[in-house]
């Protein structure tokens, strides 16, 4: 097998350490890199090439080709791994290869290679017995503790994209019995006693313990409760199911295990002690413990910010009978905003002292944020609408940001912007413009709560279901196992099936969503495009800052208390 340029392996060893190893899933360690840079194995060379050459600014590689480098060493790294696989000579560097891969191919919309190499690493790693503790007899070693965070690297993977409305998880939290990674694992090599380490479904010998195993457990037991947010949102409609406000339902016992989760959350993790921005300024050292702390973070936030959007409660509500409590329906028009503005303000914060994350799942949790800012720009409150403006503004400039190095975040960059624009014709998802006070003219209902029209719903379902922002040069090839969408009518029976035959061009020149082939925009683009002063404080031209008393009952929202707007607020 043909092996990559030394030199450029280097370099983008280099660009995998700038940009890749603060992500809290990072399979290589960075001394690991400097010792074995110049002798990368194909399976994972490729696949590192492929993934950091979008970021890297190099030239491109003296292939003989006028392919990009990372589409050629994508191609090149499928060929590779496919073999190993194929022959079931799987070891730690092809699964590693395996999961740089998969991250390639969901960033670029290749969806039929992404779900099934995750999956198959799961059940992979299942046979092989590593999502179990029965090698706790050598847990404090570097062989074990390499297979330990390869293992959740998976699980935190299959969370971040597998949870959608046409796909599911691999394999649910039970089946991950092994203990977290190591919070030190140089000093865990080096002692044999070392404290024996949590693991995901332990729980505190006391009720609301602090055990502090590390800021990178707290990150996987957020993605734990993630996945099955995720899957309550994407769940098909059910009649029979408990109303979310009432116990045991599926919302409360998600609500449940957040507030769980915050009880054991140690004090040295928590906003005010970590001081973020003094420490991205002043402690290089401490840079990839704050990244993995960012994704504490959004984690934290989205998953309130999700159960509580207000389409999300829309769509929930509408198949329910009866009254619907009002006072659900406050806690959720606040808990969407206040979680979804400290997205926002962790963006801000980043950008603030340059800490750059590039990883397109926070651009998704940004998407997330966006459009239930985008809910509360019809604020009377000219304060308020302000604040919520710039906000918006300042997530879907991340969000476009991260679209000039993946394709997916320009998908989704163009559906947000679409969403705006149509905001204007479906009004507010929230219920009343009056405030909650408890003195409504009459009790919510399904029938009588706001819905939109089946564009604007399939538009938004779009965007929350990161699953769909697949590119429109992605083809899908899945040979003839998927239907076409619009089948040509059945032949008689005694003509033989015709079979066209389609060259490259023809599959490359379908009909694309017009949605993605929207202008791409750049940051200086968006104030003007949304009608704000650069300072986002001036609102005069944002199109929907007013609104008629007689626009309808959803014309308006709810007067925003000031602590919720203001500041003066600290949680995680």
């Not at 899908?476 to 239907?483: I, N, R, Y």
């Amino acid at each position: 097998m043909s092996s990559l340029p030394p030199d450029f392996v280097k370099a983008e060893i280099d660009v995998y350490v700038t940009y890749f190893h603060d992500q809290p899933y990072c399979l290589f360690s960075h001394d690991w890199l400097l010792t074995h840079g110049g002798l990368l194995p194909a399976e994972i060379a490729y696949p590192l090439v492929a993934l950091t050459s979008r970021l890297s600014g190099c030239s491109p590689l003296p292939l003989g080709t006028s392919r990009a480098p990372a589409e050629y060493c994508a191609e090149k790294a499928w060929e590779i791994l496919s073999h190993y696989h194929r022959s079931g000579n799987v070891g730690m560097s092809v699964m590693q290869g395996t999961f740089l891969m998969a991250q390639v191919d969901f960033a670029d919309g290749r969806l039929h290679r992404a779900y099934p190499a995750v999956a198959m690493a799961i059940r992979t790693l299942q046979s092989a017995g590593l999502n179990k503790d029965r090698y706790a007899h050598c847990l404090n070693t570097p062989e074990a503790e390499e297979r330990i965070r390869l293992t959740w690297a998976f699980f935190m993977l299959d969370r971040s994209y597998n949870a959608s409305r046409n796909y599911s998880l691999c394999l649910s939290d039970k089946h991950f019995t092994l203990p977290f990674p190591s919070p030190d694992p140089v000093a865990a090599h080096r002692d044999p006693h070392s404290p024996i380490r949590g693991r995901l479904l332990d729980g505190p010998s006391k009720q609301g313990e602090k055990v502090d195993h590390g800021v990178l457990a707290c990150l996987i037991r957020l993605y734990s409760i993630w996945g099955k947010t995720t899957e309550y949102v994407f769940a098909p409609s059910d009649k029979n199911a408990l109303p979310p406000w009432q116990a045991g339902s599926a919302m409360a016992r998600l609500e449940s295990d957040w507030l769980q989760f915050e009880t054991h959350f140690a004090d040295a993790h928590r906003y005010i002690q970590v001081d973020f921005q003094r420490r991205a300024r002043e402690e290089p050292q401490a840079r990839g413990y704050l990244a993995t702390w960012l994704y504490v973070q959004f984690l934290f936030h989205s998953v309130q910010a999700f159960l509580h959007h207000p389409f999300v409660i829309m769509v929930k509500l509408r198949q329910m009978d009866g009254n619907i409590p009002n006072t659900f329906l406050q806690k959720s028009y606040e808990s969407s905003l206040l979680h979804s503005r400290w997205i926002a303000r962790f963006v801000r914060e980043m950008s603030e002292v340059g800490f750059c994350l590039y990883d397109p799942f926070l651009g998704y949790l940004a998407a997330i944020a966006a459009t239930i800012q985008l809910e509360h720009t019809s604020s009377r409150n000219q304060q308020v609408a302000s604040l919520v403006n710039k906000d918006f503004r300042t997530l879907v400039q991340f969000i476009n940001g991260l679209s000039a190095h993946y394709d997916n975040m320009g998908v989704l960059a163009n559906r947000v912007n679409e969403l705006a624009t149509r905001h204007k014709n479906y009004g507010s998802l929230y219920y009343t413009q009056d405030r909650y006070s408890g003195a409504l003219s009459r009790m919510p209902t399904p029938s009588n709560i706001p819905h939109m029209s089946p564009d604007d719903e399939s538009l938004m379902w779009h965007i929350l279901d990161l699953s769909s922002c697949v590119p429109p040069t992605d083809t899908t090839p899945l040979g003839d196992l998927a239907l076409p969408p619009n089948p040509p009518a059945r032949q008689p029976l005694s003509e033989p099936p015709v079979t066209p035959t389609l060259s490259d061009d023809t599959v490359h020149a379908r009909p694309a969503d017009h949605r993605a082939n929207l202008p791409p925009l750049s940051s200086q683009d968006l104030p003007a495009l949304y009608g704000l002063d650069p300072d986002g404080m001036n609102v005069p031209g944002w199109p929907f800052a007013h609104r008629n008393a007689n626009d309808g009952l959803e014309a308006g929202i709810p007067d925003i208390p000031d602590w919720l707007m203001l500041g003066g607020y600290e949680q995680l």
